[in-house]
């Protein structure tokens, strides 16, 4: 079972539906969420100089939203639009929030948008102002990924161009590595602890151990090896 | 399979992996008796054995000597001799280490870390951990040794195993023993548990691992 997330102020019910579908007639299972950035539970209040009042969408209130709603979900793809009906924020300010605050960060970000040519003139503008600079040029290359969308698709009002066969066609075509689905199982039970006979870790919350094999250490290494030799283990019978 | 198993009280639990594996007619074993004769009648007795035989010690060692009874033992360098270009397995203890000082001599073998059969085995801070409820951990350990050995041998003598699905077959039962162990409530179940972690964790294998266990 594959598991999105699509972000969006403007409701998916349908697309929601044609995804699951989609994997349905495919074999392929999908199960879809939808969230709303823009809901009152993320909206801040502020006053206007002619004291009015408005309503913005406030990064913080968006990820705690997320965190109490989606925080034991597992999720391979969290796809959001481009464009809110807030000014100030784009899907490309919360995709980078998201992931500078390391939310979900072993799910893939995507952006779709009506727009998408102008997301990709930005960042053309960006890395024209730092071609030349060759240490400014890698450094931004180096990690691009670690703040940005891995794709940026072009959302069109036509079914045959739409997001929903993008997002049908990542989730077939990109697999969710292991240890992204371990440390998504792991964080299920958070507060729950290790108690099986593994000196090292027993007695540590799976949360801690969800963090761990996300990390490219000797420590998560060590876990992970022995995680999959007992588990495989476990699996197989023993005639003799 | 050449099996030798030197007479030492301590070791006699072992016996009935030797009982068994001569009762099973599939593969041809032969019993070397180490401590009935001088070192140099036992060393001979070894290197007349076909080459292809796989040499199964069970015994007390250390890093540095097997044993060959009780306050007698052959070094590394002996060993180096007779076990030169051979497949061997050597139940004993801190074998992983007496294999890593031959050099490489041999043609595959199996070794193994700290085998704790009895109490007297455990350095002080073990001692501490592993004497409850009167050690019984130390005899369930011993117990379950004996079945994981013993079923992985059988299995292979069976299916005609190299080196390295005996060792995963090993790793396998050990695997499945800390399993058993991790479900209980028992705390003497889960001390063997970390036992047996332990062995498997030192657990080696080394060498031509495609080798087959019985020619």
Known sequence: MRYCLIIDDTKQDDEIIEIESLGKNAAFPISCYYFNPTAKECLREETKGDGTKEYLVDLDLVLAELRKRFSKQQLDLIATDYQFSDPLITGMDLVNYLKEQSWKKEAAYIIYSGDAHEIKEKLQSRIKTIVDDREALNSFIEGYYDLNPVRIFKRSTKREDSHIDHIYEFLKKNKTPLNFKLSQKLNQHPERTFENIFPRFEGKPLKVLSELVMRNTEESDSFEDEFLDRCVDHFIELKL | ?215
């Open chain 2, 1 to 215: 399979m050449v099996i030798i198993h030197p007479n030492d009280p301590s070791t006699r639990f072992l016996t009935c992996i030797t009982e068994e594996l001569v009762g099973q007619k599939k593969t041809e074993i032969t019993c070397i008796q180490w401590d009935l004769f001088p070192i140099e009648v036992n060393l001979d007795a070894i290197q007349k054995v076909d080459q292809c035989r796989t040499v199964l010690y069970m015994g007390h060692g250390g890093p540095e000597e097997l044993n060959r009874g009780i306050d007698t033992s052959i070094t590394v360098a002996d060993a180096k001799r007779v076990f030169k270009n051979r497949k061997v397995i050597l139940l004993s203890c801190n074998s992983a280490d007496f294999l890593a000082n031959m050099d490489n001599c041999y043609d595959v073998a199996i070794g193994f870390g700290n085998i704790p059969t009895s109490m007297q085995e455990l350095n002080p801070a073990d001692d501490l951990k592993y004497k409850h409820d009167n050690y019984r951990c130390i005899s369930l350990y011993r117990e379950g040794l004996v079945r994981i050995i013993l079923s992985s041998l059988l299995e292979g003598c069976v299916v005609n195993s190299n080196f390295l699905e005996l060792y995963h077959a090993i790793k396998l039962r050990i695997n499945k023993a800390i399993c058993n162990c991790s479900l209980s409530t028992d705390k003497s179940e889960r001390l063997t548990g970390e036992l047996l972690f332990e062995l498997k964790k030192e657990l080696t294998l080394i060498g031509n691992c495609q080798s087959l266990l019985v020619e």
